[in-house]
């Protein structure tokens, strides 16, 4: 019972700095004592060592937040919610990779929970990855069917893709759910008109039937086509072109 005093007590400071942030440090300090003592009493709680990395990480001592959900992570290896904020860890120490293995790790263990889904997203775009973020935007999007956002991310990474009839598709379907929003009608008839001119450049550069003005010229279209995406998500139309 006196640890669960002592998180509780935790758990109000942190609330407290939430409304004083002129007095965050100070009380995010009196929160981490309350956390200590609460694990100190009992070392193998996840409902300590989890908030407990949490308070680290945002005071930015990333490696005691790393030692922390490690042991939540071995304690309770099943649990999801050490392992997405050891990726959010991994991010802040700029381990990208690793961070996608742990939020893969997260969807694996809890198919439903989109804010992983939603880092992978960027993730994968900044590596290009086109399909896999169309992957988890389609959950997304069918977990979530509000989600403007994500309706709107879903077509544009299609098109990075160089996936235009899905795209066009993905654009439709938002029309429906999205009846007041006319961008999608928009987006859907420049893939519709592009269509054809984007496939004859993307058939003529990988068959070799191309010269300099002919790559300028596809990039162009590609730009036109990616650039409706300039949301949250990295893409960049000329540069999924040059890195093929």
């Not at 309350?34 to 989890?50: F, G, K, S």
């Not at 996608?100 to 198919?111: F, G, T």
Request: charged share 30%.
């Amino acid at each position: 019972k006196y640890a669960e005093a002592q998180r509780f007590n935790a758990t109000l400071l942190e609330k407290q700095a939430e409304d004083k942030p002129k007095n965050q440090g100070k009380i995010m300090g009196l929160a981490r004592l309350h956390y200590e003592m609460a694990l100190a009493l009992r070392p193998n709680d996840t409902r300590t060592l989890i908030p407990l990395a949490k308070v680290e990480l945002r005071a930015k001592n990333e490696d005691t937040a790393k030692e922390y959900l490690a042991r939540a992570i071995k304690i309770h290896p099943q649990d999801p919610e050490p392992r997405f904020w050891l990726a959010k860890v991994e991010l802040k120490l700029v381990n990208s990779d690793a961070a996608i293995i742990e939020l893969e790790k997260v969807r694996a263990l809890s198919p439903t929970r989109l804010d992983a889904r939603r880092e992978l997203v960027r993730l994968y775009n900044q590596r290009l990855r086109y399909l896999d973020a169309a992957t988890e935007l389609r959950v997304i999007v069918k977990t979530e069917p509000n989600d403007l956002q994500a309706a709107f991310a879903l077509p544009a990474v299609l098109r990075a893709a160089n996936k235009f009839s899905l795209a066009s598709q993905a654009y439709k379907d938002a029309e429906e759910r999205f009846p007041k929003e006319p961008k999608f009608a928009k987006f859907r008839a420049d893939v519709e008109q592009r269509e054809g001119g984007l496939f004859v450049w993307v058939n003529a550069i990988a068959e070799g039937k191309y010269t300099v003005k002919a790559i300028d010229k596809f990039r162009e279209y590609f730009k036109l086509a990616a650039n409706d995406a300039a949301m949250d998500f990295s893409l960049n139309g000329k540069e999924a072109c040059d890195n093929g």
